[in-house]
C-alpha cells in the first residue's frame, strides 16, 4: 500500500511540475514555488494527501494496540515478525 500511495504522490507531482511555465516559477522563491505547484496540482492530490495521512495513523494506533506489534500491513498480508534470538532451533 505504501508503494501505491507514492507512486501516487509522484504522479501528482509531476502532473503538476508539466502544468508550470520554469523559466518563472525558477525566479521564484522555495515557499513561493511550492504554492505555484499545490495551485496547478490535479484536483485529487488532497484526497490522497488526506488518505496518505489515514494510512499512516492507522498503521501508528495498530501497533500501539496489538501485542505482537503488527502494523495494519502486517495484518494485510499476513505475516509475523520473529526474532531470530527467540525462534525455535536456535542453536547459542
Known amino acids: 500500500m505504501d ?3 507514492a507512486l501516487l504522490v509522484l504522479v501528482s507531482e509531476v502532473w503538476a511540475m508539466f502544468q508550470v511555465d520554469w523559466t ?8 513561493e514555488r511550492t504554492t ?3 495551485e ?3 484536483l485529487w492530490d ?4 488526506i488518505f496518505q495521512n ?16 503488527r502494523a495494519l500491513h502486517d495484518f494485510i498480508g499476513g505475516t509475523v515478525v520473529i526474532k531470530k534470538q527467540f525462534a525455535e532451533g536456535n542453536e547459542r
Do not use: H, M, T, Y
Not at 488532497?46 to 494527501?49: C, G, L, N, P, T
Not at 489515514?54 to 500501539?64: A, K, P, R, T
Open 3 to 5: 508503494i501505491a500511495i
Open 24 to 31: 518563472q516559477v525558477a525566479a521564484l522563491g522555495s515557499d
Open 36 to 38: 505555484r505547484l499545490q
Open 40 to 42: 496547478v496540482s490535479p
Open 46 to 49: 488532497r484526497a490522497i494527501d
Open 54 to 69: 489515514v494510512w499512516i495513523c492507522s498503521e501508528v494506533f495498530v501497533v500501539l494496540l496489538n501485542r505482537r506489534k
